[in-house]
């Protein structure tokens, strides 16, 4: 088996190690942050600092996909994660009867897991440090990659890294799982390589969020889906763990009348002027101040350059190698599913110059839709947004994103059309797939087409500014 060095330490780059350790493999982990976890949960929201996780204190979820993989390939973490106080929830069966139409064979894919994210780092990183055949060092920066003799003509073998004390770690493969800061591209220039190419800009976003904590045991309850559209704005309302939950709202990066959204008196009248979200303010503030995060990049880069691999002995996954903006809650389920296809290529290849191949087509066949899909969803919701706060009427949106809301409208008057919605959101199904079922296409035309007259429950354009600028 191979030894095999993983940079970083995130939820995905644990598990991979984790699955590569199960597999036998010699797993050294480094993770530059020097501190390991508190021991005490309140201990790590307050004092631990992950500088690589930048949404480390805005509301998380893990979504099914994660969940079923976790479940399949790292049995020991959800249940270690229930005992620490994460939900375990399934949102169709949460639904009224109307919506699912009974509970039907299958309906277990729904189940989901959310809580902090400062939690479930804790409880990844815990289990990491009992795995067999996986060591986490911590304070260890990387600085550089390491060579050998090429294996493929004019592509160069990678055979370890450097660290920022100088230390020299071979490797037989580098696993780059160090996130949206990852320094790929000038570490592969130091070798005299070409670096990705990238296509990268600004997710255009902002979000304010604040965490809540209940006061006598009971939680929010949904009169809405988790995201919701408020006209040039959205909701995002997220049940956490030990009976704590998230608001966030999420604006245009850009959008400067709503600035003052960062003021938390501010960010409370707007947040309780949405009918359907108000009531999640009703519990006591974890934070003292609105937790921002903007600038956050929508960024790939493409694993070959002229039909050639960057590099041998070198697997680039997870947001090392493409993000996008947090809004869906989809980067951990994206990313986990991305260590899997790494780990299924090691099984199988016959050599480094055959494992680069199988996974640049492995992250171009089975991950890059993904991306894609994700990537054309929040840019036409993006110029939505900012077509309604600059008042440009008579828009019609690209056709897939009609299609989506028009589920999301559907999704509510008919129990086939509300799977539907949850296969997409919840990365089972990639939606033209879903679209292509039988008759679902029309069924959705009919039922949600209308999408644009429904109400956004909440303050029209105008009232939004004047409720934010008071």
Do not use: F, N, W
């Given at each position: 088996m191979a030894r095999i060095v993983i940079v970083g330490s995130g939820v995905v780059g644990l598990g991979l190690g984790m699955m590569l350790a199960k597999d036998g493999h010699d797993v050294l982990q480094l993770e530059r942050d020097l501190e390991p976890p508190p021991e005490g949960l309140e201990e790590a929201w307050t004092e631990w600092q992950r500088r690589g996780v930048a949404q480390l204190r805005l509301g998380h979820v893990f979504l099914p996909r994660w969940r079923s993989i976790v479940e399949s390939e790292l049995p020991e973490v959800l249940p270690a994660l229930r005992k620490a106080g994460a939900l375990c929830t399934n949102p169709l069966l949460a639904a009224p009867a109307q919506f699912h139409g009974g509970a039907r064979p299958g309906d277990?894919?729904?189940?989901?897991?959310?809580?902090?994210?400062?939690?479930?780092?804790?409880?990844?990183?815990?289990?990491?440090?009992r795995t067999p055949g996986l060591t986490v060092r911590r304070g260890?920066?990387?600085?550089?990659?390491?060579?050998?003799?090429?294996?493929?003509?004019?592509?160069?073998?990678?055979?370890?890294v450097r660290t920022?004390?100088?230390?020299?770690?071979?490797?037989?493969?580098?696993?780059?799982?160090?996130?949206?800061?990852s320094a790929l591209p000038s570490w592969l220039v130091a070798l005299g390589a070409r670096p990705p190419l990238e296509e990268a800009?600004?997710?255009g976003l902002a979000?304010?969020?604040?965490?809540?904590?209940?006061v006598d045991g009971s939680m929010p309850g949904l009169l809405g889906g988790a995201i919701q559209n408020h006209g040039?704005?959205?909701?995002?309302?997220?049940?956490?763990d030990n009976r704590h939950w998230a608001v966030v709202v999420a604006t245009r990066a850009d959008d400067a009348a709503l600035r003052r959204l960062k003021d938390v008196g501010t960010w409370e009248k707007v947040v309780r002027s949405f009918p359907t979200v108000a009531h999640w303010l009703d519990?006591?503030?974890?934070?003292?101040?609105?937790?921002?995060?903007?600038k956050i990049e929508d960024r790939i880069r493409h694993l070959r350059l002229e039909g050639r691999p960057l590099a041998t002995g070198l697997l680039v996954v997870a947001d090392a190698w493409a993000c996008t903006n947090p809004s869906l809650g989809r980067g951990a389920s994206i990313g986990t599913m991305h260590a899997l296809v790494a780990r299924d290529c090691l099984r199988q290849a016959d050599g480094p110059a055959d494992l680069a191949e199988a996974y640049a087509t492995a992250t171009s066949e089975v991950m890059e839709p993904w991306y894609k899909a994700t990537l054309a969803f929040d840019r036409a919701r993006l110029d939505e947004m900012g077509r309604i706060a600059d008042r440009v009427p008579g828009h019609e949106p690209p056709p897939d994103y009609d299609m989506?809301?028009?589920l999301e409208a559907s999704s509510l008057k008919d129990p086939d059309c509300f799977r539907a919605m949850l296969d997409i959101l919840f990365v089972h199904d990639l939606p033209d797939s879903v679209f292509s079922r039988p008759g679902l296409r029309d069924k959705v035309t009919a039922l949600g087409g209308g999408w644009r007259s429904q109400p956004s429950f909440g303050p029209d354009r105008q009232a939004l500014i004047d409720l934010a600028n008071s």
């Open positions: 277990e894919r729904y189940e989901m897991v959310t809580g902090r994210r400062v939690l479930v780092e804790k409880v990844v990183a815990e289990q990491a440090e260890t920066a990387v600085t550089g990659l390491l060579t050998g003799p090429s294996v493929m003509s004019a592509v160069p073998h990678v055979t370890g920022e004390d100088g230390s020299e770690i071979t490797a037989d493969v580098v696993v780059d799982a160090s996130g949206r800061r800009e600004d997710s979000y304010y969020g604040r965490h809540y904590r209940s040039s704005v959205s909701s995002l309302t997220l049940a956490a519990g006591e503030p974890v934070e003292e101040r609105i937790v921002l995060m903007s989506a809301r028009s």
